[in-house]
């Protein structure tokens, strides 16, 4: 069973900065995708960040140029660096690695690590 152990969540005053880290345990493979997606209450799941087995970096448009995802080469593991967070960043943040391309491959998740921002 694919476990993956997230880290680094809490609470940070606007314009703060705080780092989250995912490690993916008891895989047999090295995931394609690997990131971070999170959810606000009343509001719908989104992608924060993604990074691929290349290199590939993907970010929503909301956090563009205020978080940076890295990743160990050749692990399934993951870093998210988030520099001047607003009160909007709030939620729980979701850590997920995707084993494959196809569209039949698995996508596992984490439980969630709440990021709260306060004003």
């Known amino acids: 069973q694919v476990h993956l152990m997230e880290s680094g969540g809490g609470l940070v005053q606007a314009g703060g900065s705080l780092r989250l880290s995912c490690a993916a345990s008891g895989s047999t493979f090295v995931g394609v995708t690997m990131g971070w997606y999170r959810q606000a209450p009343g509001k719908q799941r989104e992608l924060v960040a993604s990074?691929?087995?290349?290199?590939?970096?993907d970010y929503g448009d909301s956090v563009k140029g205020r978080f940076t995802i890295f990743r160990e080469n050749g692990a399934n593991l993951v870093t998210l660096h988030m520099y001047m967070l607003k009160p909007e960043d709030t939620g729980v943040y979701y850590c997920?690695?995707?084993?494959?391309?196809?569209?039949?491959?698995?996508?596992?998740w984490g439980q969630g690590t709440q990021v709260t921002v306060s004003s």
């Open positions: 997920y690695i995707r084993e494959g391309v196809a569209v039949e491959s698995s996508t596992y």
């Open positions: 990074i691929t087995r290349g290199g590939r970096t």
